[in-house]
């Protein structure tokens, strides 16, 4: 095929629209896989998910949640290490937890 004085082989051509087309066909799939995927951060995804105690709570103390600690507040009187809670709420950097 030529193109004015460049000479293009149609090989060439069919390359280049075939990895166009590869290419868009990938990014439109991982825009849409994106957009499906749930954003897990902020306080309220805490709320209602067990932790570990791992000093006690009396009533105040610390909690492991998904290897992070944090400190704790028991709405629910004194709780041992190694029990599991459920967190009600959140003030700060505080949770408020209570037994499972």
Known sequence: MQIGDVI???WLIVLIVIGLVAFAAVTI?????AHRFKIG???EELIGR?????????P???VFIDDERWTAISESG???PGEEVVITRI???VLYVKKK
């Open 41 to 43: 951060a902020g306080a």
């Open 60 to 62: 105040k103390g610390m």
């Open 78 to 80: 004194q709780i041992e």
């Open 50 to 58: 067990t932790a570990e105690v791992k000093v006690e709570l009396t």
């Open 91 to 93: 003030d700060g950097l």
């Open 29 to 33: 799939i991982w825009g849409v896989r």
């Open 8 to 10: 293009v082989d149609a």
